[in-house]
T-cell receptor
Framework: GQNIDQPTEMTATEGAIVQINCTYQTSGFNGLFWYQQHAGEAPTFLSYNVLDGLEEKGRFSSFLSRSKGYSYLLLKELQMKDSASYLCAVYYGNNRLAFGKGNQVVVIP | DAGVIQSPRHEVTEMGQEVTLRCKPISGHDYLFWYRQTMMRGLELLIYFNNNVPIDDSGMPEDRFSAKMPNASFSTLKIQPSEPRDSAVYFC??????????FGPGTRLTVT
């Protein structure tokens, strides 16, 4: 089975840093994805973590701790266009893939 | 490449009717995924294929739903008979290996 938890919504100011958390409980673990989805649009890929540690990609970084079943996505220098839903997805078990419900980030001036 | 192509973009149908959603993946991609998204349930994986073979269909809600991938460039998701609770946005996505997925624009289905 699988259980993926994300906080539902957060508000942050333009230029700030925001951390979006994802905790998971799955039978087996193969990797964790982060996707961004703007309202009315399709999700787009942000990152993929397999090993513990931090992966940095421009203003976005993703961290994984396999032993704790925990990941976070760090958004730096927030811009208005970063207002979106951020989805974590876990690849687990025997070729299974499940998405969390997403965390809505609202960026205010 | 044009990206993942889905048709139709919008579908309105009456309860009991058959609905067929279509997807053309990115050329060269060996994985194809079908998802359903609603406010209540979020993004749910329905089924995915690897090299045209279904790998995990545990997310398919019930026997009313079926998916096929007759060749590497085409897949269908069929609902028969459709019910109001099937109303959702259905996404198709493709990827090279089980890595970065490219999503299509989605089909917004409304069943009245």
């Amino acid at each position: 089975g699988q259980n993926i938890d994300q906080p539902t919504e957060m508000t942050a100011t333009e230029g700030a840093i925001v951390q979006i958390n994802c905790t998971y409980q799955t039978s087996g673990f193969n990797g964790l994805f982060w996707y961004q989805q703007h309202a009315g649009e399709a999700p787009t890929f942000l990152s993929y973590n397999v090993l513990d540690g931090l992966e940095e990609k421009g203003r976005f970084s993703s961290f994984l701790s396999r032993s704790k079943g925990y990941s976070y996505l760090l958004l730096k220098e927030l811009q208005m266009k970063d207002s979106a839903s951020y989805l974590c997805a876990v690849y687990y078990g025997n070729n299974r893939l499940a998405f969390g419900k997403g965390n809505q980030v609202v960026v205010i001036p | 490449d044009a990206g993942v192509i889905q048709s139709p973009r919008h579908e309105v149908t009456e309860m009991g009717q058959e609905v067929t959603l279509r997807c053309k993946p990115i050329s060269g991609h060996d994985y194809l995924f079908w998802y359903r998204q609603t406010m209540m349930r979020g993004l749910e994986l329905l089924i995915y294929f690897n090299n045209n073979v279904p790998i995990d269909d545990s997310g398919m809600p019930e026997d009313r739903f079926s998916a096929k991938m007759p060749n590497a460039s085409f897949s269908t998701l069929k609902i028969q008979p459709s019910e109001p609770r099937d109303s959702a946005v259905y996404f198709c996505a493709s990827s090279l290996a089980l890595y970065e997925q490219y999503f299509g624009p989605g089909t917004r289905l409304t069943v009245t």
